[in-house]
T-cell receptor, first 115, second 116 residues
Framework: AQSVSQHNHHVILSEAASLELGCNYS??????LFWYVQYPGQHLQLLLK??????LVKGIKGFEAEFIKSKFSFNLRKPSVQWSDTAEYFC?????????????FGSGTRLSIRP | GAGVSQSPSNKVTEKGKDVELRCDPI?????LYWYRQSLGQGLEFLIY????????KSGLPSDRFSAERTGGSVSTLTIQRTQQEDSAVYLC??????????????FGEGSRLTVL
């Protein structure tokens, strides 16, 4: 069965530090991969997505993620975090079908940025 | 409306009562998803609809949970004989459901359910 693992439950960084949040999935076929973010008091919103092509994808607010198929990973990165990046981050995967299918989320990583 | 709308935003009920949660997706979105988010937990998949059909109900925790979607639009999640462990935020999301829009979910604000 599909599953998504986010091993970092809570990450605490100082402003300007570099960020990498891990995401691994278990499925051998074609997948679509996503990162969603939930800022305090707000609803979940899409940060970035990978469907095909260049494995390095760029999203909003300076975030990027790299799809490494051999490692079943889709880690999220940002070179220099800001206090406003404090949020919960969720990795998600869905099968690479052309129509809607089940979308599985990881357990989330809470990111706290010290000003 | 412009976004996904969920109601009620908050519901407090007594153990054993039935509750209905409503989701109004973005117009034109054919796919609709229900998730449950408990404190400190991730998003637990419950069910998704493509049109009015639910191809995957595997996430529904028990037979006390059911969902329907009518007219390819509004969906209702019903929890019968609520238990305290049902307390959570129930999130609804919709998407285009095809092509490059697949998997790009637009979430509502959620319905916070508290079972006393």
């Amino acid at each position: 069965a599909q599953s998504v693992s986010q091993h970092n439950h809570h990450v605490i960084l100082s402003e300007a530090a570099s960020l990498e949040l891990g995401c691994n999935y278990s499925y051998g076929g074609t997948v679509n991969l996503f990162w969603y973010v939930q800022y305090p008091g707000q609803h979940l919103q899409l940060l970035l997505k990978y469907f095909s092509g260049d494995p390095l994808v760029k999203g909003i607010k300076g975030f990027e993620a790299e799809f490494i198929k051999s490692k079943f990973s889709f880690n999220l990165r940002k070179p220099s975090v800001q206090w406003s990046d404090t949020a919960e981050y969720f990795c998600a995967v869905t099968l690479g079908y052309s129509s809607a299918s089940k979308i599985i989320f990881g357990s989330g990583t809470r990111l706290s940025i010290r000003p | 409306g412009a976004g996904v709308s969920q109601s009620p935003s908050n519901k407090v009920t007594e153990k054993g009562k039935d509750v209905e949660l409503r989701c109004d997706p973005i117009s034109g979105h054919t796919a609709l998803y229900w998730y449950r988010q408990s404190l400190g937990q991730g998003l637990e998949f419950l069910i998704y609809f493509q049109g009015n059909s639910a191809p995957d109900k595997s996430g529904l925790p028990s037979d006390r949970f059911s969902a329907e979607r009518t007219g390819g639009s509004v969906s209702t999640l019903t929890i019968q004989r609520t238990q305290q462990e049902d307390s959570a935020v129930y999130l609804c999301a919709s998407s285009l459901g095809s092509g490059r829009g697949t998997g790009e979910l637009f979430f509502g604000e959620g319905s916070r359910l508290t079972v006393l």
